[in-house]
């Protein structure tokens, strides 16, 4: 790299993400150091956005690409093999590392808008002898379809505890945040009315009283017309694939009684969703129950709610069928929780593109093109 590419606009752009990471704590010993960390983050970065799925293939470009690569560091002693970048990442403090992502996706996007959808993932093949799967909780913001952060937690069950730490993450100040059952817990909705944001969150079992209580009002009001709360409705009918679904929602107003019976923070509204499926001669009806404190009707509510799944397929999908996150078998220490947070900066960078390209046909172009990889790292 010479002095010109040192001073470049276009260099300082592509690598301004290592500013996020300076305070990432390097574990191994300075004086023996050749690959300095900021180069291992580059490394690993534009292979994932150069569709290197392991890391054998991020090892592999970082050898076929010393070329592209000296143009925005030096890599004065060229890369490093597979097993020692292996070693590297599983050393790195997830915890860190992840709190570096969410402080550069912040300052990316500043407060994000509209739904932020909160939802686990196991990648499953990463699990081993005695040793279990990475579970990953992830922020979502469905309007951006931007990954805003992750937690990493030994299992399901344990998202309970892991949510409040990624919110901690967050800078969420007029965001709905949606979780679903799993996450209807009174300490993670107050954490969410004092970060000032509003919940929209699932009600099953879990909840015992509160969602059999849901349950009675929302029957007693039918049964009486609703006569005793404020409601506002909102219906939509899709028919397609041979099958009609009908989605309506109502959404009570007047729920003091819930929320002092039950301590519920922020409480405002009860929701009732209900879903009618034909198929052929078949019907099936669904209702589900949600808790909010936001004060949106019904005709709001509804699209918040659908956004919720928008993490599903615009995440967990592309992340499985595009980064082929649930065939990768690195196990070794905090690797896999690592190569995910990397794999999540990857998408964002693609997502904020603009253009007509998916995220598979943006990681093809950009083995095939440097300049197309470079315009990534700055978009």
Not at 84 to 105: P, S
Not at 195 to 206: C, T
Not at 276 to 297: G, I, M, N, Q, W
């Amino acid at each position: 790299m010479d002095d010109s590419d040192a001073i470049s606009p276009a260099v300082a752009e592509a690598v301004s993400f290592l500013a996020y990471f300076k305070d990432l704590a390097d574990p191994r010993q300075q004086g023996k150091v050749t690959d300095p960390l900021e180069e291992i983050l580059l490394l690993c970065l534009m292979a994932t956005l150069a569709g290197a799925e392991h890391i054998t293939e991020i090892a592999l470009f970082g050898e076929k690409k010393i070329a592209l690569l000296r143009r925005l560091r030096p890599f004065a002693d060229g890369t490093p093999r597979h097993d020692h970048l292996g070693d590297i990442l599983a050393t790195l403090d997830a915890e860190q590392f992840q709190r570096c992502f969410a402080a550069w996706v912040a300052a990316r996007t500043g407060l994000p808008e509209g739904v932020i959808a909160i939802d686990g993932k196991t990648s499953r093949r990463t699990r081993g002898k005695g040793k279990a799967a990475l579970h990953l909780v992830s922020a979502f913001a469905a309007r951006q379809r931007l990954v805003l952060g992750q937690a990493k937690v030994a299992d399901k069950s344990n998202e309970i505890v892991a949510i409040p730490r990624l919110l901690d993450l967050l800078h969420i100040e007029g965001a709905i945040v949606t979780i679903d059952a799993m996450g209807c817990q009174r300490d993670i909705a107050r954490k969410i009315v004092d970060k000032k944001a509003d919940y929209i969150l699932a009600l099953k079992g879990n909840q015992g009283s509160l969602r059999e209580d849901a349950e009675l009002f929302a029957n007693e009001q039918i049964a009486r017309g609703f006569a005793d709360t404020t409601v506002t409705r909102a219906q939509t009918i899709d028919a397609e694939h041979g099958r009609i679904e009908t989605r309506s929602l109502t959404v009570m107003h007047d729920v003091d009684w819930l929320r002092q019976r039950h301590d519920w923070p922020g409480l405002t509204a009860l929701a009732m969703a209900e879903s009618v499926r034909e198929v052929a001669d078949k019907v099936e009806r669904e209702r589900r129950f949600y808790v909010t404190s936001s004060a949106l009707t019904a005709e709001r509510l509804a699209p918040a709610i659908r956004d919720h799944w928008s993490v599903e397929n615009s995440l967990h999908w592309v992340m499985d069928m595009v980064f082929r996150d649930d065939d990768s078998r690195v196990r070794n220490g905090n690797a896999p929780a690592n190569l995910a947070a990397i794999r999540h900066m990857a998408q964002n960078l693609i997502r904020a593109r603009k253009g007509r390209l998916s995220v598979k046909a943006n990681l093809k172009a950009a083995a095939w093109d440097d300049s197309h990889l470079i315009s990534l790292l700055i978009a």
